[in-house]
Each structure stands twice: as structure tokens, then as C-alpha cells.
């Protein structure tokens, strides 16, 4: 393992090349980066963004986290905890299929599902939130993705804190949303950020209608969240002040890094593929803006798998997606010039549905088979 970047300096985030073994490199990494939590209690934010198998690019690598309840274990970290609160409201399951609760039974520490813990309220910016307490009585630490975003741009330690929002805060925060992620990040700052880069999304991230980048084998660490998700923007080859949850948290300001860091990070900059305003799949168009919610979002997601696993649903599959072409339209989106039938899904497109008289799909959020009910 290569230390790629050296700083005694902890506003600033740092680089580290992991090897073959990631659970020892990120161990090695944390000692290099010389990490001391200032509370003997540890909650660990990963992204586990939904349903997803260990090991693939869209969820926090296991051995990432491995790597570290292991370190902080032999530092004397006796009562760590790990949460997350999915997109899917059955956490458990999550839980299962991701690998995190055989990895948390297998460390001995708890693992907690953000929405049945106990929680209490902040105002961020003006805008009442409520945050799960142990996240305030604890050393914080988030650990995201290396991942576009189709509504965001990127999803990084910022994007990431949504996750410990209520079901019913998530929805809501679409509505102005890169405004609500900056707004989060006002009221409560991790102690410690780390983005896994041992793969990642490009593309239509962050989920699997984006490309999987594989290989990376880096990780970005620092004890300021903003500072590291400029520098993780700029290694994906994007501006990160052209990412506005990233430019209002900064005050409209660009942040500027020593020579050093600027020098490795050119050694490491990749192009990612930029999220555009549409995803496609055979004959199906897929609408998204900002204000598309990670309840439609998930809806649109399920409805391809509903389709795929039940061959009664293929007739219409094939007429409906690959013998015509179907458009579908979530958040605030607009009628595209060029489109076939198109269909309106999730209470936000009630008005455009009315205005412009097109199949309208009720719902926060619509039901993939009510969806699959209003193409025949």
C-alpha cells in the first residue's frame, strides 16, 4: 500500500492508493492519515443506497468499513455503531442482502436502522430536521461513494448525510433539494469523511443505471466533508463548483488545495461519464430532475424489475418498450420535444399530466404495478 499524499495537516484531505488487501490498506491509511477520535462512542454512516449484492460499486465496500472498526478497535474504540437508512423501507433486508449484518455480527459491533432509532430536532438553515441522537452524542464518521448522481451530479459525503433523514424528510427535501443537502450540512459536519474509491459509478448514478467504474483501489480521507468532496469531484474529472449543493455550501467559493495535493491528484484524475436528464432502457425513456425523489426513483427501479422476473408482464414489455417507445416522466420534468406515449408518475407530475392531458400515475410513491397498469 502507497501512501499517495502526506500531511500532518488535517483541514486537508488526503489520498491513499490501496493494494490487494483493501481491509489492511484502509487500516494503514487511517494510521498514515494519524486519525484519533475525540469520544470513546463511534457512529459509522456508510451508503448503502438499497438492495445491493457486497462488493459491487453502488453500495460502501464491506472491507472498507472492515478496515476500520478494526483499526478503531485497536485504538481502544470499544462501542461503535453502524447505520444507515435506505431508500427501501425494509432496512432489514437491506441489511442482509448488502453483507453488513454478517460483517457487524462478524466485528461485534451494532448495527442500527436510522429509522427506528431515537431522533431529535435541529434547525437547519430555517429548515426543521430531525437527526437520529447517537449520530450527536457519538464521533461521527461518513463514509460514501465515488458516484455521479442523475439529480445531483455527484453523491458524495454531503449527498450521503441524507441518509439519516426520516423516509418522509428525504421526499420532502427534493423540493429544492441541492439547497436541503447544503442546508444538512449546516446543521451537523462529520468528524471524519471518507470516500471509498475502490470502484465507482459514472453516468446515470447512483444506483445501477449508471456504469460501474471498476479498479480504482483509492480512498479520500479528511476531516472536512467539503474539502473532501471537492477533491473527489475533481478526481472524477468534474468541477466541483459547478455542483451547486457544493458551491452553496461553500459560500459560492471555490476551495483551494496545497501544490502537493493538486500534484497527486493529477497523478489519479479519471473522466467520469456526467449524469444526463435521461435514462434509457431498450424503448423506455426515464424523466428525472432534481425534484425526482428517491421514492420514485426506487418505483422506476422496481418496475424494471417486476418486468424482467414475471414473464406474464413480457407481452407488454415488448409492445410497451420495445415495439414503441414509452416516455416517463417524475419530478418536475417537461414533455421532451421528441417522445412516444408518454406517462407522468408520483404526485409532483399531477399538474403537467393535467396541463398537457397525458396518463397520470398517482402516488408518493406510485406503485410499479399501477405504472405497468396505466402502459396497456
Not at 408518454?342 to 393535467?354: D, K, M, S, Y
Not at 406503485?367 to 396497456?376: H, L
Amino acid at each position: 500500500m502507497k501512501n499517495i499524499i502526506t500531511s500532518s495537516d488535517f483541514m486537508n484531505p488526503e489520498i491513499f492508493k490501496l493494494g490487494r488487501k483493501t481491509r489492511q490498506d484502509v487500516y494503514e491509511s487511517l494510521a498514515s492519515f494519524g486519525y484519533r477520535p475525540k469520544k470513546k462512542k463511534v457512529f459509522i454512516k456508510p451508503n448503502i443506497v438499497g438492495e445491493y449484492r457486497p462488493g459491487t460499486p453502488y453500495i460502501t465496500n464491506l472491507k472498507v468499513v472492515e478496515g476500520l472498526i478494526e483499526y478503531l478497535q485497536d485504538i481502544d474504540i470499544d462501542e461503535i455503531a453502524v447505520g444507515e437508512g435506505p431508500v427501501s423501507e425494509n432496512t432489514r433486508h437491506v441489511f442482509n442482502k448488502t453483507g453488513y449484518k454478517k460483517l457487524c455480527k462478524k466485528t461485534g459491533v451494532a448495527l442500527v436502522d436510522l429509522y427506528e432509532t431515537e431522533r431529535i430536532y435541529l434547525n437547519a438553515a430555517g429548515r426543521k430536521i430531525s437527526i437520529p441522537r447517537l449520530v450527536l452524542n457519538s464521533e461521527y464518521i461518513n463514509i460514501s461513494k465515488l458516484k455521479t448522481h442523475s439529480q445531483t451530479g455527484v453523491t458524495l459525503c454531503l449527498k450521503n448525510q441524507k441518509g439519516l433523514l426520516t423516509l418522509q424528510e428525504k421526499r420532502s427535501s427534493h423540493r429544492d433539494l441541492h439547497r436541503n443537502i447544503a442546508k444538512l450540512y449546516s446543521a451537523i459536519k462529520p468528524d471524519l469523511s471518507m470516500v471509498d474509491a475502490t470502484s465507482g459509478v459514472e453516468g446515470n448514478g447512483p444506483g445501477s443505471t449508471g456504469n460501474p467504474v471498476k479498479n480504482i483501489n483509492l480512498l479520500v480521507i479528511g476531516t472536512d466533508a467539503l474539502k473532501v468532496d471537492f477533491l473527489s469531484s475533481m478526481l472524477m474529472g468534474m468541477d466541483p463548483m459547478k455542483i451547486e449543493h457544493l458551491r452553496i455550501a461553500s459560500g459560492k467559493r471555490r476551495i483551494s488545495f496545497p501544490k502537493e495535493v493538486l500534484n497527486e491528484l493529477s497523478a489519479h484524475k479519471m473522466k467520469f461519464k456526467k449524469p444526463t436528464d435521461h435514462d434509457r432502457k431498450f424503448n423506455f425513456y426515464y424523466w428525472f430532475t432534481d425534484e425526482t425523489c428517491s421514492g420514485c426513483t426506487r418505483a422506476l427501479i422496481d418496475l424494471n424489475i417486476q418486468i424482467m422476473r414475471n414473464p406474464l408482464l413480457w407481452p407488454i414489455f415488448f409492445y410497451n418498450g420495445i415495439l414503441r417507445r414509452v416516455d416517463i416522466l417524475s419530478g418536475k420534468s417537461d414533455v421532451p420535444e421528441k417522445h412516444g406515449k408518454v406517462v407522468c408518475v408520483g404526485n409532483c407530475t399531477r399538474e403537467l399530466a393535467r396541463k398537457h392531458n397525458l396518463i397520470w400515475v398517482p402516488g408518493c410513491p406510485p406503485r410499479p404495478m399501477d405504472i405497468i397498469k396505466k402502459m396497456t
